[in-house]
T-cell receptor
Framework: DVKVTQSSRYLVKRTGEKVFLECVQDMDHENMFWYRQDPGLGLRLIYFSYDVKMKEKGDIPEGYSVSREKKERFSLILESASTNQTSMYLC????????????FGPGTRLTVT | KNEVEQSPQNLTAQEGEFITINCSYS?????LHWLQQHPGGGIVSLFM???GKKKHGRLIATINIQEKHSSLHITASHPRDSAVYIC????????????FGTGTRLQVFP
């Protein structure tokens, strides 16, 4: 079974803090994704990585950066957290190619006060 | 206009009812996914299809590529089916990224 884990289920941070969200997958997947999910907006892609050290901006990359130093780990960084980054953050992974589905982590609910 | 639209946004049903959730999309796709999200956040993949129909237990997914439309059916609904159902499409064959609908919240009452 594919397992995608995220470092925290709930996180509370203050405005201006640097925040690290970590995601680890155990199935040797090439692709990893970071999404945020907000009511009424659905899942929106923040960043996508298709290989180690490779990344591609998604639809809403502003205020975020990512790091993928090892194949199994994909980190999302909020350089200076703001209240409008309060959201549910979901990580996913998949094999490369049309035939493969994405596997999601349990999500991190981040509150920035 | 969203590229992936779902209807209805909210749906309530009595246990045992037949449920249909619809998904329409405006782009050319290589695959369509149906996902389920229970309260608490975790998302699981139910179906991935590019043509025809797939069935798994009480769940059936269909797709009409010409009409750019897919439906998810739940037969003999049960309270444990209560969840958000999300449609997502993979645009073309050159990307592994998905475009998501905003989801349909289903509540099934005993």
């Amino acid at each position: 079974d594919v397992k995608v884990t995220q470092s925290s289920r709930y996180l509370v941070k203050r405005t201006g803090e640097k925040v690290f969200l970590e995601c680890v997958q155990d199935m040797d997947h090439e692709n990893m994704f970071w999404y945020r999910q907000d009511p009424g907006l659905g899942l929106r892609l923040i960043y996508f990585s298709y290989d180690v050290k490779m990344k591609e901006k998604g639809d809403i990359p502003e205020g975020y950066s990512v790091s993928r130093e090892k194949k199994e780990r994909f980190s999302l960084i909020l350089e200076s957290a703001s209240t409008n980054q309060t959201s549910m953050y979901l990580c996913a992974s998949s094999r490369r190619g049309v035939l493969y589905e994405q596997y999601f982590g349990p999500g991190t609910r981040l509150t920035v006060t | 206009k969203n590229e992936v639209e779902q209807s209805p946004q909210n749906l309530t049903a009595q246990e045992g009812e037949f449920i249909t959730i619809n998904c329409s999309y405006s782009v050319g796709i290589s695959a369509l996914h149906w996902l389920q999200q229970h309260p608490g956040g975790g998302i699981v993949s139910l179906f991935m299809l590019s043509s025809g129909k797939k069935k798994h237990g009480r769940l059936i997914a269909t797709i009409n590529i010409q009409e750019k439309h897919s439906s998810l059916h739940i037969t003999a609904s049960h309270p444990r089916d209560s969840a958000v159902y999300i449609c997502a499409v993979r645009e073309g064959i050159g990307t592994d990224k998905l475009i998501f609908g905003t989801g349909t919240r289903l509540q099934v009452f005993p």
